[in-house]
């Protein structure tokens, strides 16, 4: 994606993938490498459950690191925290229990 083409946008979030920013209510967020990356794959795939192990095959190299599905939640909560307006009742990000993540934003 270079800077010509559309920002990835779903309600008041703007995800511009060439420079790495994220826009809520045109203010900027800074969100980490990894952050940004989760977003980036939710926003992808609106609408569909993607399961903690298809996140972390995304989204980490299993080079001996020790990363489990507790890594994944971690980094849900992070980016709840910063993107939802109540990340304690999520709209954007929701847990489809037993399943994964969905993005409704």
């Known amino acids: 994606m270079t800077s010509d083409e ?23 967020v800074a969100l ?14 609106p609408r569909a459950v993607l399961s903690k192990e298809q996140i972390l095959r995304q989204l980490w190299q299993h080079d001996g690191a020790f990363i489990d599905d507790n890594t994944v939640a971690v980094n849900v909560r992070r980016l709840r925290e910063k993107i939802e307006d109540d990340p304690q009742q ?16």
């Open 6 to 28: 559309p920002a990835l946008a779903s309600g008041n979030l703007r995800l511009h993938a060439a420079e790495m920013r994220l826009l809520k209510d045109g203010s900027e």
């Open 90 to 105: 999520p709209q954007k990000i929701v847990t489809v229990r037993g399943a994964g993540y969905k993005w409704n934003g």
């Open 32 to 45: 980490s490498v990894t952050e940004f990356r989760l977003l980036s794959l939710l926003m992808a795939h």
